[in-house]
């Protein structure tokens, strides 16, 4: 189960943070850093969390590696949650209708 990874990887207030951060585009370790109350190695290895989590994806530039949001990780995670909003859909569609029902009565 990806989601289950995702979730877990994401239960670090830390590491939710660095995640947050990259929804600004992608970024090196060093600006992910900056203002954090931990070091730079340690934003190093809450992205390798990340990263195994499949939420985080890199590509090397030069001397530095770049950090991004990986669309398929959080699909997976997306896709679990999705399916308690259909269920909540599905159950205000039914109270819609019946109130209407009843409206008609």
Known sequence: ?????????LADP?????????????SPVGHLARG?????PAVSQHLKVLKEAGLVSEVQDGTRRIYRIDPQG????????????ENAL???????EQSH?????
């Open 74 to 85: 959080l699909g997976a995670l997306r896709a679990w949650l999705d399916q308690f909003w």
């Open 14 to 26: 830390t590491r939710r943070r660095v995640f947050e951060r990259l929804r600004a585009g992608p």
């Open 36 to 40: 954090l109350p931990v070091s730079r």
């Open 90 to 96: 599905d159950a205000f569609k039914a109270e819609a």
């Open 101 to 105: 029902k009843d409206e008609d009565k």
């Open 1 to 9: 189960m990806a989601y289950d990874n995702a979730l877990e990887a």
